[in-house]
């Protein structure tokens, strides 16, 4: 007997004489009684969960989107604590101006 399901189908439905004239109607009926069935219970939960995960997907796009556009704007806001920092700090604090002034151009970049 070979290992396709259709042809097993065939094979024990020729046996039982499901093929003949008369029973075809209702074999194929009955078919297609399990290929709905099999729809029911494998393939339409499958296609509700894929659009669950596209919901899902959506939701996390947005979020991420939103979390970016928050950061920047942080971003935005140290550099201008930074930038008032920088212009109060006078002559003799050199290497703290050198440091703030690194950091506000890693920053810039951040925004580039």
Known sequence: ?????LDRLLTLADRDNSLSAA????????????ARLVLDER???LEQRVADLERELA???EAVARLRSDRQ???????GHLD??????GWGARRARETL????????????
């Open 1 to 5: 007997m070979s290992d396709d399901l």
């Open 23 to 34: 029973s075809l109607p209702e074999f194929s009926r009955g078919l297609r009684e399990r």
């Open 43 to 45: 393939v339409r939960p």
């Open 59 to 61: 939701a996390q796009s």
């Open 73 to 79: 704007e942080l971003v935005r806001r140290v550099l």
């Open 84 to 89: 008032e920092i920088a212009d109060g700090l």
């Open 101 to 112: 002034a690194t950091l506000i151009v890693a920053l810039r970049k951040e925004l580039a």
